[in-house]
T-cell receptor, first 120, second 116 residues
Framework: DSGVTQTPKHLITATGQRVTLRCSPR?????VYWYQQSLDQGLQFLIQYYNGEERAKGNILERFSAQQFPDLHSELNLSSLELGDSALYFC???????????????????FGSGTRLTVV | AQSVTQLGSHVSVSEGALVLLRCNYSSSVPPYLFWYVQYPNQGLQLLLK??????LVKGINGFEAEFKKSETSFHLTKPSAHMSDAAEYFCAVSESGSSNTGKLIFGQGTTLQVKP
């Protein structure tokens, strides 16, 4: 158990629908990152939140949005789903929004086990 | 902009043979470099990382990697492959200094097959 919890683990939905993926970061971590892993695009950074604020944005579609709540959990909302949105969505967390955390032994950050989204 | 290139989407070795997975990066600032492993139907596990200091870094499960700035490379090696090493391996880069947001840019991944 990495300490980063993602729910649900699997999700099957139809095209045009909207889904919400949830991520609870490791205890004490302030920053959450979302990644999409698909066969054709590989692992792509989507968006980062730090203590409730958006900090960095990657290749995130306009149909997708995210937020981080006061309790630091984060949700990734995917709307108007298309077949091509089928992918593994990973969440990661880190203490201070950096890849290298001074003073911590576990540098880098921690990934959750992912949510597998299938759009049919 | 940063980028990572992993040479060879599939690498096959015999059990006991040397494992060499290649990674080249592009970064305008000193990079932080990472190798992650992904077993089937699982998340990403950190194998090792380079941030500063010694350029030869050792990770878990007998893996190591060497940061070569002149070659912009961070190749992953293991002297003797084990069947349990079969997985997908990802090289990743992150920016250091004031640009450090922790965002990781990943390579396309290399699938390692280990033959008995």
């Amino acid at each position: 158990d990495s300490g980063v919890t993602q729910t649900p683990k699997h999700l099957i939905t139809a095209t045009g629908q909207r889904v919400t993926l949830r991520c609870s970061p490791r205890s004490g971590d302030l920053s959450v990152y979302w990644y999409q892993q698909s066969l054709d695009q590989g692992l792509q950074f989507l968006i980062q939140y730090y203590n409730g604020e958006e900090r960095a944005k990657g290749n995130i579609l306009e149909r997708f949005s995210a937020q981080q709540f006061p309790d630091l959990h984060s949700e990734l909302n995917l709307s108007s789903l298309e077949l091509g949105d089928s992918a593994l969505y990973f969440c990661a967390s880190s203490v201070d929004g950096r890849a290298q955390n001074r003073g911590r032994r576990d540098y880098g950050y921690t990934f959750g086990s992912g949510t597998r989204l299938t759009v049919v | 902009a940063q980028s990572v290139t992993q040479l060879g989407s599939h690498v096959s070795v015999s059990e006991g043979a040397l494992v060499l997975l290649r990674c080249n990066y592009s970064s305008s600032v000193p990079p932080y470099l990472f190798w992650y492993v992904q077993y089937p139907n699982q998340g990403l596990q950190l194998l090792l990382k380079y941030t500063t200091g010694a350029t030869l870094v050792k990770g878990i499960n007998g893996f190591e990697a060497e940061f070569k700035k002149s070659e912009t490379s961070f190749h992953l090696t293991k002297p003797s492959a084990h069947m349990s090493d079969a997985a997908e391996y990802f090289c990743a880069v992150s920016e250091s200094g004031s640009s450090n947001t922790g965002k990781l840019i990943f390579g396309q991944g290399t699938t390692l097959q280990v033959k008995p």
